[in-house]
Nanobody, 115 residues
Framework: QVQLVESGGGLVQAGGSLRLSCAASGSFFSIVTMGWYRQAPGKQRELVASITSGGSTDYTDSVKGRFTISRDNAKNTVYLQMNSLKPEDTAVYYC?????????WGQGTQVTVSS
C-alpha cells in the first residue's frame, strides 16, 4: 500500500506562483512514474504533467512553459512548480503514483487563482 500526501495548494492572484509537493510512502518511488492531475468543477480530471523514473517529463499544452514537474528520489517526493498562474488553473490538484501493479492517488489539494 502506498500513501501519498500532497501539500502546497492555496489562493493566489493571477500571475503568481505556487509549488505543490507530493510525498510518497514505500520503497519503490524511484522506479515509478509520477504524475500531477487536476480537476476543475464540472470538468473531467486531466493530466497536467508527468515524470518518469529517468526524469523524462511531459506536459499538457496549456501549462507548457509555466509549470515544471520534478522529483527528489531521496525524499520520495514529486513537485509541481506553477508560475504565471491563470484563473483557468483553478482546480483540485492530485498526484498519481503509477505503481507496478496498481495506481495510487493523493487526496488532492485545492489551487485557486483569483483574477
Amino acid at each position: 500500500q502506498v500513501q501519498l500526501v500532497e501539500s502546497g495548494g492555496g489562493l493566489v492572484q493571477a500571475g503568481g506562483s505556487l509549488r505543490l509537493s507530493c510525498a510518497a510512502s514505500g520503497s519503490f518511488f524511484s522506479i515509478v512514474t509520477m504524475g500531477w492531475y487536476r480537476q476543475a468543477p464540472g470538468k473531467q480530471r486531466e493530466l497536467v504533467a508527468s515524470i518518469t523514473s529517468g526524469g523524462s517529463t511531459d506536459y499538457t499544452d496549456s501549462v507548457k512553459g509555466r509549470f515544471t514537474i520534478s522529483r527528489d528520489n531521496a525524499k520520495n517526493t514529486v513537485y509541481l512548480q506553477m508560475n504565471s498562474l491563470k484563473p483557468e488553473d483553478t482546480a483540485v490538484y492530485y498526484c498519481k503514483y503509477y505503481g507496478l501493479g496498481r495506481n495510487y492517488w493523493g487526496q488532492g489539494t485545492q489551487v485557486t487563482v483569483s483574477s
